[in-house]
Nanobody, 127 residues
Framework: QGNVMESGGGSAQAGGSLRLSCAES?????MGWWRQAPGKELEGVAS?????????YYSESAKGRFTISRDNSKSTTFLRMDTLKPEDSALYYC??????????????????????WGQGTQVTVSD
C-alpha cells in the first residue's frame, strides 16, 4: 500500500517562502499537494507525474508562485512556495497514487488516482 509523510510546514510572513517536503514509500507515479483552510473545501494545489521530467499541474492560485519538484533518488516531492499570501494559510496535504493506464494523468483534479494521503502539515502566513 505504501505511505506518505509531509514536513516543512510552519509560519512565514507575507511575501516570504516555505518549502514543503513529502517522502513516500510504495509503488506510485503520481504525487500531489492539496490544502484546506478552516471552513473551506479541500483545494488542489499542484501535482506531478514522477518518472523522468514529469508533467506538472498547477492551480490558478499556485501558478507563478509555487513550484512542484521531485527527487527520485530520495522518493521525495517538494512544493516550493514563494510570494506567500495570508490566503495561502491552510493545512497542506500530500498524496500519492498510481496512474495505471496510459490515458490517465496525474492532474490533481483526478482525485481517484491519489489513494494514499498524509496527515498534513500546517502553513500559516501572516501580514
Amino acid at each position: 500500500q505504501g505511505n506518505v509523510m509531509e514536513s516543512g510546514g510552519g509560519s512565514a510572513q507575507a511575501g516570504g517562502s516555505l518549502r514543503l517536503s513529502c517522502a513516500e514509500s510504495g509503488n506510485f507515479n503520481c504525487m500531489g499537494w492539496w490544502r484546506q483552510a478552516p471552513g473551506k473545501e479541500l483545494e488542489g494545489v499542484a501535482s506531478i507525474f514522477t518518472p523522468g521530467g514529469g508533467d506538472k499541474y498547477y492551480s490558478e492560485s499556485a501558478k507563478g508562485r509555487f513550484t512542484i519538484s521531485r527527487d527520485n533518488s530520495k522518493s521525495t516531492t517538494f512544493l516550493r512556495m514563494d510570494t506567500l499570501k495570508p490566503e495561502d494559510s491552510a493545512l497542506y496535504y500530500c498524496a500519492a497514487g498510481l496512474a495505471k493506464e496510459y490515458w490517465m494523468t496525474c492532474n490533481y483534479n483526478n482525485t481517484s488516482v491519489f489513494t494514499t494521503w498524509g496527515q498534513g502539515t500546517q502553513v500559516t502566513v501572516s501580514d
